[in-house]
């Protein structure tokens, strides 16, 4: 199973030669308030050893772990959460695309209730978190997950593929019954600065109509427009836009976190359009499923960049299909 390469050495590697895996040089910490339970919740993002991955941890409930991969993939409630047996994270998107935007592969997620904060609604203030701790090479390599053939999902009129490429990139399509966002399109070669400068900022955003309905499901109890842009039949309740694209950019921020439950940083042109959480990690698991459409390669290096430009032209195959 493709889940047990991630903890093999490989004999013989000359590891200083290869992207390395990283994690945080020091601990820190935040508070806030989740965007569906409206509860306090102090985050803490603590450095962890080369393989551990991404797990996050219930501090309230004893220090239970949950891991960040798509097996645990638990309620998608606009919102995706994961699961190990009873207990539950949510809303863990954005925290997941700034962690492997900035080259995060192993860190531990410590929450004090089960909803990770939903900050300003947008990854920035993950992003100034991650900034703020510094970040540590470990002696282990990266493996990416190179895909070698087009693999793809459709639901209705929402779909979403991957295809071969040399970069990361993701282009993501939206197409809503509003004037504001009749129709926004955006491709972006994902590299780091390229994450914290065009992304990360994008907040997330929901209609005035539905505000009611969420809150009567018991969702949305924290939301305010100081973290989530609220739009009404005329236009936007803020105080402007961040992007006049900023809801298109938003959905590329989501479908970066969610398709982090992969496990692997990948290598492979992501195409969307309408998707959501629930399509997003159907995706992500289908993707898993199909072993013959990627193989596992190593980045030789010869420089520290989080996310290569172009993956180097020397890749090391790690697992032959
Ligand atoms: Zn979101």
Known sequence: ???????????????????????????ISCAGIGLHSGRKVTLSLRPAAAGSGIRFRRSDLGGVEVPAQVNHVGAIN??????SG???????EHLLAALVSLGIDNVTVELSSPEVPIMDGSAAPFVYLIQEAGIRTLE?????MKVLRPISLTRGDKRIAIYPSDHFKVTYSIAFDHPLLRHQSRTIRLTSDAFVDEIAPARTFTFLKEVEMLRQQGLALGGSLENAIVISDTGVLNNGLRFD??????????????MALVGHPMIGHLVAHRGGHA????????????TDAWMLVEGRA????????????????????
Request: glycine content about 6%; cysteine-free; proline content about 5%.
């Open 1 to 27: 199973m493709v889940s047990g390469l991630l903890h093999e050495p490989l004999a013989g590697t000359l590891v200083t030669s290869y992207f390395s895996q990283r994690t945080l040089r020091r601990a």
């Open 78 to 83: 606009y919102a995706t959460g994961l699961m």
């Open 86 to 92: 009873a207990v539950q994270v949510d809303t863990v």
């Open 140 to 144: 282990a390599p990266r493996r990416y």
């Open 245 to 258: 694209d900023e809801f298109v950019r938003h959905k590329i921020l989501d479908v970066i976190g969610d």
């Open 279 to 290: 399509l997003h990690t159907a995706f992500a698991a289908r993707v898993l499923e199909e």
């Open 302 to 321: 010869d420089a520290g960049h989080a996310i290569p430009a172009s993956l180097p032209t020397s890749v090391h195959p790690v697992r032959a299909n």
